[in-house]
């Protein structure tokens, strides 16, 4: 599962080293046996394991990076995952220590519903919005994979 526009897909190589290593990791660890913590995959990718129950769509907030791309496998549960352009959004919240921007909600956005072993790649230039119920809320295991530019 991977969505964006043409100028994205020629701006990055979704299959360089670093994204290869990525789905690796994904595709040979054993993420249910893992606790949640952050994971070395290689130099600038790291795999973030998640656990939390998801929470209705009003109380969760659109963000983005400016620095690294997002992977975003889920392991168990569903989720209603929300995305949009980053363009035009407004700024909520500034934290750059840790990379992150939080945005209002926009006027118009979609969602995809990421099932056991889907994933998103998320760009910099995209706003993506986790943890959304999908159906009824349900405890989820989820690895964010972050890939440095």
């Known amino acids: 599962m991977y969505a964006t526009t043409i100028a994205l897909a020629e701006k990055y190589n979704y ?3 670093k994204f290869k290593a990525a789905y690796a990791w994904l595709r040979d660890t054993d993420i249910a046996a893992l606790s949640a913590g952050s994971y070395p995959v290689c130099e600038g990718v790291t795999a973030n394991v998640q656990e939390y129950t998801t929470m209705p769509a009003d109380t969760c907030y659109f963000e983005a990076h400016d620095k690294f791309f997002d992977i975003q496998y889920l ?3 569903k989720e209603q995952f929300g995305v949009c352009r980053r363009e035009g959004l407004t700024v909520r919240e500034e934290i750059p220590a840790n990379d992150l921007t939080f945005y ?3 006027a118009e956005s979609g969602s995809i519903l990421l099932l056991p072993g889907d ?3 998320v760009a910099p230039e995209d706003a993506h919005k986790p943890r959304c119920i999908a159906g009824e809320a349900c405890p989820v295991k989820k690895v964010v994979v972050k ?3």
């Open 75 to 77: 392991v168990s549960g």
């Open 15 to 17: 299959l360089d080293d």
């Open 104 to 106: 209002e909600e926009p």
């Open 119 to 121: 994933f998103a790649v």
């Open 147 to 149: 890939v440095a530019l």
